[in-house]
């Protein structure tokens, strides 16, 4: 544990996990507004829309997220001259919120859907014979029941997100992977201990998390 | 619910004309959004011959292209079979009466869920060698890390498997003097499998995407090929990392069609033991680690 006494050190650690803590909420805010707008796209009566969202899902799900992530920058900030802020570090921040936030979209989208298809025909039916419009449907009676029946795969995904969110290293951004293997590097002694101080703080924080969305699903179920 | 036309009512005269006009609209913002993807590549001259060309050479797939995607396919073949195996022994372990081995089994597979795989193919490149003096071969980093993330995955998977086989099943199996290890080799894991295989094939496609990590310790895989080596000759990132996905896109979608079809044919000859649709559904609605992408 000597390494982390250093302060420098220390810091290092502290800076890494609050990058992923900025990336994981900056990328769950625009991958749920993202996928919840997906996921009406693709059960909209307009067909153009269902199409759009069907080829976003099946480009993005099937791509991996650092080929995105390296895409965002080398593709839509180094040649296309896209840049968010000038700061460096926070200009590959955004991009790289960018790329996680198209990413986890496609799953987002696919959890809702599949919660949508949880909800019983009859609910959609009664709305529209009390002449219900496709919005006020979806909005009103559908989504609320498939949200609650898709907490715990959301939760997943969330989690899926905050270790994804250590790629993002690959485009310079000193996040915990990187920070990790700095300190390996410079300190080849204490290998395990390093390891351990940065895989166990994911662990604790991630093993409780899954867990209590676990037990947030049991409790919003919808019982039927 | 089936998500086709329960929604909304079959469209009269008036939801029509509605729904062309949506379709006008919004078919004109998509034209709209390639249109401008297309004037800021034109911009920037990205659509010059010289960057598409090289995709017609023949050296360019069987230097760069081709030798990346079978490193990609070496890689995650190698630790599909692994993992494999890490996960049925892991499943079998966490369902173990012993509670010395249910224990460790289950903490180990706990951990690996929880840690991303960077990270731990960060720790097996750059670390283990300082433990054990010698250097790690970067194929057997990338694999190694694969399997231990995929593995634990896949355990989890095997184990609520096991759970869905109706316990008549284990019942019957002792009632005819079978021995607990041959009750989970010859009943159990073999129907546990069969339910469990549209959500084991698709923690197989994760796998194929996570090998892309390892263009990140810089193993020799298709993003590192295909794409970083590529570029550098031809200056052509833009256009390698399409041709790339494309790729990805490709191989991907082969497996997720494998695995719908697996799946349909499970149910049809009525294979799959009777609470599998149930157990699917409970481990892909499951909390937990695993699923949600991967990388």
């Known amino acids: ?138 909005t009103i009676i559908v989504l609320p029941q498939a949200g609650r029946a898709v907490i715990a795969p959301l939760g997943s995904i969330l989690i899926a997100l905050c270790k994804n969110s250590t790629i993002v290293g690959t485009i310079g951004l000193m996040e915990s992977s990187n920070a990790m293997k700095d300190l390996i590097n410079a300190n080849g002694n204490a290998v395990i201990p390093i390891f351990l101080v940065f895989a166990g703080t994911f662990a604790i924080v991630l093993i409780p998390t899954g867990y209590g969305f676990g037990w947030l699903a049991n409790r919003l179920a919808v019982k039927r | ?150 593995g634990s995955v896949l355990a989890e998977a095997f184990r609520a498997g096991v759970y869905s086989v109706p316990r008549g099943q284990s019942e019957a199996a002792y009632a005819v003097g079978m021995r607990k290890s041959q009750v989970m080799t010859h009943i159990l894991i073999p129907q546990a499998a069969r339910a469990m295989l549209p959500v084991i094939v698709s923690q197989l496609v994760v796998l194929v995407k996570d090998t892309a990590l390892g263009y990140i310790i810089s193993y020799s895989e298709l993003l590192q090929l295909g794409v970083n080596n590529l570029s550098a000759n031809y200056g052509n990132v833009l256009q390698a990392a399409i041709v790339a996905a494309a790729i990805y896109i490709i191989v991907n979608s082969i497996l997720t069609g494998v695995a719908g079809w697996l799946s349909r044919r499970t149910r049809r000859k009525g294979r799959a033991p009777r609470a599998a649709g149930a157990a699917t559904q409970q481990a892909t609605i499951e909390p937990g680690l695993g699923g949600g992408g991967g990388a």
């Open chain 1, 1 to 138: 544990m000597d390494v982390f006494s250093d302060p420098l050190n220390r810091d290092v650690y502290i800076t890494g996990f609050l990058w992923i803590l900025k990336l994981t909420l900056a990328g769950g805010v625009g991958a749920l507004v993202l996928g919840v707008v997906l996921a009406a796209m693709r059960v909209s009566p307009v067909p153009v829309l269902r199409g759009f969202g069907t080829a976003w899902v099946n480009i993005f799900r099937n791509t991996p997220l650092t080929l995105i992530i390296f895409f965002c920058y080398f593709g839509l900030f180094s040649t296309l001259g896209f840049s968010v802020v000038d700061d460096i570090d926070l200009n590959n921040f955004w991009l790289g919120v960018i790329g996680l936030s198209v990413y986890t979209a496609a799953f987002v989208c696919e959890a809702i859907r599949s919660g949508i298809n949880t909800v019983p025909a009859g609910q959609a039916e009664a709305a529209r014979a009390i002449g219900m419009t496709f919005i006020q449907t979806l």
């Open chain 2, 1 to 150: 619910m089936s998500t086709d036309a329960v929604l909304y009512d079959h469209p009269g005269p008036k939801a029509k004309a509605r729904n062309l006009v949506l379709t006008i609209v919004f078919g004109l913002a998509v034209l709209g959004l390639l249109y401008w993807i297309y004037s800021r590549f034109d911009e920037k001259g990205q659509w010059a011959g010289s960057l598409w060309k090289p995709f017609t050479y023949g050296s360019t797939w069987t230097d760069y292209i081709l030798p990346g995607l079978q490193g990609t396919l070496q890689a995650a073949a190698v630790a599909m079979v692994l993992s494999l195996v890490f996960g049925v022994l892991f499943a079998v372990g966490r369902l173990s009466d012993h509670w010395w081995v249910r224990l460790p089994a289950g903490a180990i597979v706990e951990f690996f869920r929880a840690v991303p795989l960077l990270l731990l193919m960060f720790f097996i490149f750059f670390g283990v060698p300082f433990i054990t003096e010698q250097p790690m071969s970067i194929f057997w980093a990338v694999v190694l890390g694969l399997t231990l993330y995929n």
